[in-house]
């Protein structure tokens, strides 16, 4: 293990006061339940409004190369407003609609993210880790330097003057983080709760669940074994409590 990693890990920080506000920006419908859905329904649980932002369209998100792109767009986005709808989000969810596959954190889709934080003001942001070594999808990537360039776009008033009054976030968690150094605990009944959001993108069961079969409870079983086991063994957490791990950015 490389030394920044240990030095890290030796002093990880646990639960963020609830915040008043929180806004995640996923690559995809799905990537925000897997990445900190247990946060987010904690948060919503004790009153902490909840956004979400999707930037693409999903409409790759299958291996059966039948399946027409435009239908699968449209049944992700029901699935997400959903997913958002049982973690106690504020529905609807913002679609930022770019085509799967094809996002780019170009200035265009910054734009769209400062719009985003500058009009629903969240205290904390949550989104993908852009320095995440060795991620092959460029979609995760794209978002997650949409999230970090956003902020700093969106708190400074010469940036974008056109697009409403800055605001500025407190706080940047990084989920599949590259340096994690931060859990949010997750109790037995806020797992449950992560788990029924993930269930809600039943589009996604064979590709990121690994079922094929929708009724199959051996295979339904054996997923929530995997995300159980995920959650709880990690280095920054030796508890074993269920946890999600994250990189805090906490100077904004
Ligand atoms: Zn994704």
């Known amino acids: 293990m490389s030394t920044y990693l240990t030095s890290n890990i030796a002093n990880p920080t646990h639960d963020l006061e609830v915040p008043e506000s929180a806004l995640a920006i996923g690559a995809h419908p799905d990537d925000i339940e897997f990445g900190c859905g247990g946060t987010l329904a904690k948060w919503a649980a004790k009153g902490c409004a909840i956004f979400h932002l999707v930037c693409t369209d999903g409409s790759k998100g299958t291996w059966d190369s039948n399946v027409d792109g435009d239908a699968l767009a449209?049944?992700?986005?029901?699935?997400?407003?959903?997913?958002?709808?049982?973690?106690?989000?504020?529905?609807?969810?913002?679609?930022?609609?770019?085509?799967?596959?094809?996002?780019?954190?170009?200035?265009?889709?910054?734009?769209?993210?400062?719009?985003?934080?500058r009009r629903l003001k969240p205290e904390i942001v949550l989104a993908?880790?852009?320095?995440?070594?060795?991620?092959?999808?460029?979609?995760?990537?794209?978002?997650?330097?949409?999230?970090?360039?956003?902020?700093?776009?969106?708190?400074?008033?010469?940036?974008?003057?056109e697009l409403g009054t800055r605001h500025r976030p407190s706080k940047l968690l990084?989920?599949?983080?590259?340096?994690?150094?931060?859990?949010?605990?997750?109790?037995?009944?806020?797992?449950?709760?992560?788990?029924?959001?993930?269930?809600?993108?039943?589009?996604q069961y064979e590709s990121t669940m690994g079922i094929n079969e929708l009724d199959d409870e051996t295979q339904m079983a054996a997923f929530e074994e995997k995300l159980r086991s995920r959650m709880s063994e990690n280095s920054l957490n030796p508890s074993g409590q269920l946890a999600e791990i994250f990189k805090l950015v906490a100077k904004l």
């Open 128 to 161: 993908h880790d852009p320095w995440k070594r060795y991620r092959l999808h460029p979609d995760h990537r794209h978002a997650g330097f949409l999230a970090t360039d956003g902020i700093v776009a969106a708190r400074d008033p010469l940036f974008f003057p």
């Open 74 to 117: 449209i049944r992700r986005q029901q699935e997400q407003t959903e997913a958002a709808r049982i973690l106690g989000g504020t529905v609807p969810v913002t679609f930022l609609g770019w085509t799967d596959g094809e996002l780019q954190s170009g200035m265009p889709q910054r734009a769209q993210i400062v719009q985003a934080i």
């Open 174 to 203: 990084l989920w599949e983080a590259d340096e994690p150094d931060h859990t949010e605990n997750i109790g037995e009944q806020i797992f449950k709760v992560k788990l029924q959001a993930l269930k809600a993108h039943a589009s």
